[in-house]
């Protein structure tokens, strides 16, 4: 199997200067995995996909994995397949979360749960910080690749939730939530209509999904910090889906109900924005 090339910063931003696409690798420090295929004003992220945790911090965590598994997104990966430009975070919100500030990145408790034994050592917390720090200097530059030769650029933040929060039981929360808190809905309210219009057509298994604008998430730090950055430029749909496709307390994927779910959100995606 080959390798997969890591690019610094810079040689992404140059590259895409250059409109020298297709290219696809990891980020210098790891914090990312990213796939540019095709120039595009839309691109998508999931940025709890993941659970990488460095070697050195393994042995330091009290949480464990199926207790970190449970608040990690697992499988909203498998919604950027069919995006032009899509970026996957590769380490786990544990280490750090890129959907909080610098000064709050590194938990000390997680929903009520102590995250170290062992808190990491100030050149640990470091770089965990500097590759939070790159993950959000390349968002900038996919930003700014986004809205160069367009009018506007869309992101869409990608998420899901827990919704059995005791075995067996359930809730009348939303199946997918736009949090669309932050951003302009003055430039770009039609468009944000028209995209939950349509996806309040899908149904799943032949039952009509439950679809909400920010009535359980409003859009974390990097729909919130991207929007006050590019406020009339790019538009940043904070979406979560509730975990109607996995069983959030083992990890196990239904992956026929995903694949449909990915299918029906993949063809709204591609109506709304005409991509």
Not at 107 to 116: K, R
Not at 131 to 154: C, P, Q
Not at 175 to 188: E, S
Not at 244 to 269: A, R, S
Request: charged residues 30%; contains cysteine.
């Amino acid at each position: 199997m080959r390798e997969e090339q890591t690019y610094s910063l810079k040689a992404i931003e140059q590259r895409l200067s250059d409109n020298d696409l297709p290219f696809s690798g990891r980020t210098e420090l790891d914090s990312a995995y990213f796939t540019f295929l095709r120039p595009s004003f839309i691109c998508a992220t999931a940025i709890h996909a993941s659970g990488q945790i460095r070697d050195e911090l393994h042995p330091k965590l009290k949480i464990g994995s199926k207790d970190r598994l449970r608040e990690e997104d697992p499988g909203t990966d498998c919604f950027l397949k069919n995006f032009p430009i899509r970026i996957t975070a590769l380490d786990s919100r544990y280490e750090y979360d890129i959907n909080r500030e610098t000064a709050r990145a590194i938990y000390d408790v997680a929903w009520g749960v102590e995250v170290w034994k062992d808190p990491p050592t100030g050149r640990e917390k470091l770089l965990s910080l500097a590759k939070h720090a790159e993950f959000h200097k390349l968002m900038d530059i996919i930003a700014e690749y986004l809205i160069r030769d367009n009018d506007y650029g869309i992101i869409f933040d990608l998420h899901s939730f827990n919704y059995r929060r005791t075995r067996g039981g359930e809730n009348t929360k939303p199946d997918i939530n736009i949090g669309t808190g932050p951003v302009n809905r003055g430039r770009f309210g039609d468009l944000i209509d028209d995209f939950i219009s349509r996806l309040k057509e899908i149904t799943i298994n032949g039952t009509p999904l439950r679809v909400a604008e920010n009535e359980i998430f409003t859009g974390g730090y990097l729909s919130r910090r991207l929007s006050s950055e590019y406020y009339d430029k790019l538009l940043v749909l904070a979406i979560e889906f509730k975990k109607i496709y996995m069983d959030e307390w083992t990890g196990e994927i239904f992956e026929p109900v995903l694949e449909e779910l990915v299918d029906k959100f993949t063809q709204v995606v591609v109506e709304t924005s005409g991509t």
